[in-house]
């Protein structure tokens, strides 16, 4: 089975060489990247055993041009001569432009956040969280398909490759123009890497009180995250700290939900975290049911007495 | 000015549904029915571009009769005319098909300057209906829109808001499909005034052959993808619970921390 895959960010790649190969048995799989992304060296970091062929997608120097514009019209070239069983886009914002519409294009099926793919009697079967995080949906195709594989999802292939480069040069047309970029200062926290993650909730009742945890968050080496009232609705923290189906997917070593009644959105982000534990002042929060440890209690009691504890007794 | 096209989903709302875990079963009935919630945000910005251009909004919704109520509650967000696409060979439509059936429809309306979708549904949340809409009218598509920024008789700049903080301008020239996401606005609750005013508002249905669909491409038929099964997901947690005293409970939560291997700076 022919394979081709593709992220705009090179590094996940690899991610999706194991996917193609481990996961549903490519046996020839051919990697696609932007050859002017701002890093430099990009079929370098895709050259990972297990890819023959690397297609960079040259496209007008000008880093303003549109990405996903470049990506589906060099992969459809791609697609059409390498007639792949199945195409995997990392599923970042842009790869989730690109899959549906390359699909389209290709008269191919479309499987998007595509959890645990494989093969089934030869057919492709993927599970994808529906229903707001109630339901695990079992989807199958027979056709060839476009999917895209959430990040971090599979562990990156490694080992030395010298795969075939093929610089291709595509010309997309100026449909969407680019006509600026800017990075809207994040702070240099990120959630999704961190081993210990202490996300915030309802039961907060002003944005003063979230400083509770930053004693506690520094004990643990951890990082502050929140459910969505939080983000979205009450803006006491950016977006990007979210924790949860409409957000961020964290899978760290320890979870604590403090002040969050685990509504089945919520947990969809947090449900792989190693050990998770609860503090909720509803002895029925649906939480408690999701977590290893829970303290039944008031947060604004607990939480102190939590960080003195922790003092007092670490080694 | 402008003439808007919104596509919204009529859903079973996710929070009502009746999870049975231990028989592994999700049961439907009876559960409330709302419009996806991220549509609502969709509505919204057309409204407002109207509010601010002139120009006049056209809900489109592939559903069935109960769609009706769905689009109802549009109208009374302030779209104009609505339009159901509906008819039983519909039924079993993947996300690319109803694309499809989409954008028939986008094209019998025939003059049109904006199509406004969500990111995503909130019952399956593919986020393939934009994109692949996009694909099927061959216009412009811009994703992830979280502020228009400007919009002209020929032309749309946006701002979209991709991961950790990146925030890309782009133009297009019109028309184009965009999809937008949820923190572009805040939806509006219509009066009871527009609510009832909405029911003069006019709604006409649509068929395969009035859309002139392609058969072989609509239904399950055409749908390349299949569901084969929904499950329950499973929770293996050890649900260990401390009641009590603060101190108390606090000191049995360290314990257990220390105990897990957790390092305590
Ligand atoms: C399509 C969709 C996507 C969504 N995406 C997300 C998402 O990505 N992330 C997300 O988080 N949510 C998401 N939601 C929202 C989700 O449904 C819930 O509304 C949200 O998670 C609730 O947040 P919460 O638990 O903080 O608040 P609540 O549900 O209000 O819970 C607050 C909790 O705090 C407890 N509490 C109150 N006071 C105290 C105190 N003093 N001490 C201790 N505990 C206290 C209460 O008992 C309660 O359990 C989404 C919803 C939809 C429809």
Partial sequence: ???????????????????????????????????????????????????????????????????????????????????????????????????????????????????????????????????????????????????????????????????????LEVNPGAEVRVVGRSQKPTGKVNIKDADVVISAGRGFKKKEDLSLLDELAQLLNGVIGASRPLTSDLGWMPEERQVGLSGVTVKPKLYIAVGISGQIQHLTGMRDSKLVVAINTDKNAPIFQECDYGVVGDLYCVIPALIRALRSKKV | MPEIIVCIKHV????????????????????????????KNAIEEAVRIKEKHGG????????????????????????????????????????????????????????????????GSTDIYSGIVGPSLAEFLKIPLITFVTKISELSSNKITAERTLEEGLV??????????????????????????????AGKKEILEWNSQSLGAELSLVGKTGSKIQVEALNVPKSARKRIIFEGSPEDTASKLADALLKEGIEVK
């Fill in chain 1, 1 to 167: 089975m022919t394979s081709v895959i593709f992220s705009e960010n090179p590094r996940l790649v690899p991610e999706l060489v194991t996917a193609a190969i481990e996961k549903l048995g490519a046996v020839d799989v051919r990697a696609v990247v932007l050859a002017s992304s701002q890093e430099t060296g990009a079929s370098k970091i895709a050259s990972v055993k297990g890819v023959s062929k690397i297609y960079e997608l040259k496209h007008d120097a000008s880093n303003l041009v549109s990405q996903e514009q470049v990506a589906v019209k060099g992969l459809e070239i791609v697609c059409n001569e390498a007639r792949p069983s199945f195409v995997l886009v990392a599923a970042t914002r842009r790869g989730r432009e690109v899959a549906p519409r390359l699909a389209t294009r290709l008269g191919y099926a479309c499987i998007t956040d595509a959890l645990n793919p494989r093969l089934e009697e030869g057919r492709i079967v993927a599970e994808r969280v529906v229903w707001g995080g109630n339901a695990i949906a079992k989807i199958s195709t027979k056709d060839a398909v476009v999917m895209t594989i959430p990040p971090k999802a599979h562990e990156p292939a490694t080992g030395e490759a010298n795969p075939e480069l093929r610089p």
């Fill in chain 2, 168 to 197: 890309e301008t782009v133009e297009c020239d019109l028309p184009a499909v965009v999809s937008i996401s949820r923190e572009i606005n805040q939806p509006r609750f219509p009066t009871l005034l527009q609510i009832m005013s």
């Fill in chain 2, 12 to 39: 079973y709302d996710e929070t009502d549904l009746r999870i049975d875990r231990v028989n592994n079963r999700i049961d439907f009935e009876g559960a409330k029915t709302k419009i996806s919630d991220d549509d």
């Fill in chain 2, 56 to 119: 006049s909004v056209t809900v489109l919704s592939l559903g069935g009769a109960e769609a009706r109520k769905s689009i109802k509650e549009a109208l009374a967000m302030g779209c104009d005319k609505g339009r159901l696409l509906v008819d039983p060979v519909f039924d079993g439509s993947d996300a690319i098909r109803t694309a499809y059936v989409l954008s028939l429809a986008v094209k019998k309306i025939g003059k049109f300057d904006l199509v406004i979708t969500a990111s």
